[in-house]
Structures are given as structure tokens and as C-alpha cells.
């Protein structure tokens, strides 16, 4: 499976953005998929994922702001970002993760997003 992130720039603080992340391969409507982000100096954080039944889970950083979703059709998921605060520039990461017999997990290369004050 490769992941191909788009949509990430450069955004004034309380604008908009949405990630795009399309998947290569087959079988993506079993995947559960996530939003990962990696901010300078700190580790990889979750952002939300979706499951392949579409139940969503955030951080607490991001509730009522962000929206995960995904489109099985076009084996594409998507992060919806409101409301940014210079707090949310990071790399964002997309991933992908099934079990088949064991764990498969793949990332995506990452987009850049930066919130100016």
C-alpha cells in the first residue's frame, strides 16, 4: 500500500485546510486509517483515525475542529481542519493499518502544515 498526502500550505491562524490522503492497492475500505503529527522537537502524535465501520476517534487537542473522513470509492481519506492555531503547524502524516494474520501499518510521506499568528 503507498499513501500519498496532499493539501497541506500555509494557513493564517483560525483559517481552514483539508488533507487529502489517496491509497494505492486494494482492499482499502479494511483498512482503519489516521492522521498523525509531527511538530519540530516533538515525537509523532495522533491527530484522529476512522475505522473501516467509519467510528472516528481525536485528540482532545483537535475535538470540534477537525473532521476525519473517508471516501472507499476513491480509496482516499481526509482530514477537514477548522479553526487552526499556529499550536497545529506540524508534518502531517497519513496512515494506513490492517491485521491479516499479522500487522500491516504503512505511512505516508507527509505534508507540511504551518498556522502563522
Known amino acids: 500500500v503507498q499513501l500519498v498526502e496532499a493539501g497541506g500550505g500555509l494557513v493564517q491562524s483560525g483559517g481552514s485546510l483539508k488533507l487529502s490522503c489517496a491509497a494505492s492497492?486494494?482492499?482499502?475500505?479494511?483498512?482503519?486509517m489516521g492522521w498523525y503529527r509531527q511538530a519540530p522537537g516533538k515525537e509523532r502524535e495522533l491527530v484522529a483515525t476512522?475505522?473501516?465501520?467509519?467510528?472516528?476517534n481525536y485528540a482532545d487537542s483537535v475535538k470540534g475542529r477537525f473532521t476525519i473522513s473517508r471516501d472507499n470509492a476513491k480509496n482516499t481519506v481526509y482530514l477537514q481542519m477548522n479553526s487552526l492555531k499556529p499550536e497545529d503547524t506540524a508534518v502531517y502524516y497519513c496512515?494506513?493499518?490492517?491485521?491479516?494474520?499479522?500487522?500491516?501499518?504503512?505511512w505516508g510521506q507527509g505534508t507540511q502544515v504551518t498556522v502563522s499568528s
Open positions: 496512515n494506513a493499518r490492517v491485521t491479516l494474520g499479522t500487522l500491516n501499518n504503512y
Open positions: 476512522i475505522s473501516s465501520t467509519t467510528l472516528t
Open positions: 492497492g486494494s482492499y482499502f475500505s479494511i483498512y482503519a
